[in-house]
């Protein structure tokens, strides 16, 4: 049986964080299926036994069950070593854009996806339309970051960068426009973690995709 187990699907950028981590550390891990389409993550069941939060990702290791992605990227960077800030500074660093990350960038673009590409209907374009304007602003705040860095941190990538992977690698007709070309800093910087040895691509390395018709 592998160390590690995190329940996940393919669509997820909040579960792909801690996907790409396990791959980045070189972890033995396998994915445990979460059907979040048919809602599962919303069964009594899930929230008593897997996830109170009715969430995904949680890391399963050792008896402990880990939830939140910033949660499970410090704890696999301490166990490994790997990714993690160094000394206070760093430490605090990381956790500002970490949490930057999930309520403002990613905790945008996620929603917004969902909203756009797998909502039946898909959403009220009035409610697209400001989660755009969100989008365009905080990115342009992480570009800007990231034009005279190679990763968020400075030289050397760090738990903040695999926290930022989340939903970027989704392509672009998910999402209706090109964040890559809007931003050119973060295309960059893109290419830099692709780079890292162990990095996949979300659909590659979580269970669900395609979703069935
Ligand atoms: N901040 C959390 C976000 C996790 C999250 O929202 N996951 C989504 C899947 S992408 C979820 O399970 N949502 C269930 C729901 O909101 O009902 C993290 O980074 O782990």
Redesign the pocket.
Known sequence: MPEYELYCFAQ????Y?AALMLNLIGADWKPVFVD?FKGQ??TAEYRTQVNEM????VLAHGGKKL????VILTYLARRSGKYLPQGEDEELEALRWIIFD?QKVNGFL?PYRFLKNFAKPAGDPAVLAFFKGRIDGNLAIVNKRLENRKFLLGDRPTIADVSLAGYLYYPPEEFGFDIGKDHPAIAAWRERVKALPGWAHPYDLMPGHPLPA
Do not use: H, L, V, W
């Open positions: 997820s950028g909040n579960a964080r979040f993550s919303r009715g969430e995904a990702p939830t939140q992605s910033g999930n996620g």
